[in-house]
């Protein structure tokens, strides 16, 4: 286990792939867009890694963020927060009304002894070079049993513009996590968490859009998610290499941490500043 402060309590976190997390502190273990990870991924998870939690936040309703959700609770049941149109698809795969809480942006809430506030998020667009890149690719053939199932997930779980961002709070540590690599211009976030935890797929410029989302956000530390190959042949493994040397340049405040998936890392209370690793 990492520790990113020499305190011994505070939250823990576990990077399960693709956007997937686990936030544990005393009261309780908090999953956040839990999925597991296609044929020939990068990390190759399974539903038993998510049957710790007792309650599931989701960011927004595509497949790679919802879709393992009613499986789960065929399980283990727990309660769900989401917004109008996850909340929707859940109950079309047959989950309970009374295990889905629809939130949205505004919204305050306790779960787990956090203190949760949702704030709008903007999901990134696939651009032009990045969408002809993939369509290009010799993995179009080698997965394309993954192709036809994402296709018809696509249609199954949309996301219709409400994806969000969730801070989550615990004693004297905060947490936002991001649902896609993208702000609304007309939100007042809060600046300064402890840690962010930051999206990174889904377009050829994203040093670009992670720069703004830390112009605005200002996190003490940063850890990555979303950027292994979850889903091939949509998703890629994607180079990290030049939001490191970004971060040393612009950003030497922040911490900046590449988890290993399914490896804790401890967030203590009363976390120092330290510079980029």
């Known amino acids: 286990m990492e520790d990113i402060g020499k305190d011994t309590e505070g939250i823990r976190i576990t990077w399960l792939g693709t956007a997937a997390l686990k936030l544990e502190n005393k009261e309780g273990t908090v999953l956040i867009d839990p999925f597991v990870e296609m044929d020939g991924a990068e990390n190759q998870n399974d539903k038993e890694d998510f049957l710790s939690g007792d309650a599931i936040l989701i960011t927004h309703g595509h497949l790679d963020h919802l879709s393992l959700v009613p499986v ?76 036809k199932r994402i296709l018809r997930l696509h249609l199954q779980y949309p996301e219709h513009r409400e994806t969000v961002l969730y801070e989550l709070s615990w004693q004297d540590i905060r947490i936002q996590v991001m649902g896609s690599l993208g702000l609304s211009e007309n939100e007042d976030y809060q600046e300064g968490a402890d840690l962010l935890c930051l999206p990174y797929q889904g377009s050829s410029t994203l040093e670009a ?67 980029c690793v």
Do not use: W
């Not at 927060?81 to 009374?98: F, K, M, N, V």
């Open 72 to 147: 789960l609770e065929g399980i283990r049941r727990m309660p769900v927060y989401c917004t109008a149109t996850p909340e929707q698809t859940l109950y079309r795969h047959g989950i309970e009304d009374s295990l889905v809480h629809r939130i949205s942006p505004g919204d305050r809430f306790m779960v787990c002894g956090f203190t949760v506030r949702v704030d709008t998020g903007v999901h990134i667009h696939f651009d032009r070079k990045l969408v002809r890149k993939k369509l290009l690719s010799a993995r179009v053939f080698r997965y394309r049993r993954n192709l």
């Open 209 to 275: 859009h992670a720069r703004k989302v830390l112009q605005r956000l200002k996190p003490k530390a940063v850890l990555l998610t979303h950027f292994d190959d979850a889903y091939p042949p949509v998703s890629d493994t994607v180079e990290t290499e030049g939001l490191k040397e970004m971060m040393q340049r612009e950003f030497r405040e922040i911490r900046f941490i590449i988890p290993d998936a399914g490896k804790q890392i401890l967030l203590p209370r009363k976390m120092g500043s330290t510079d």
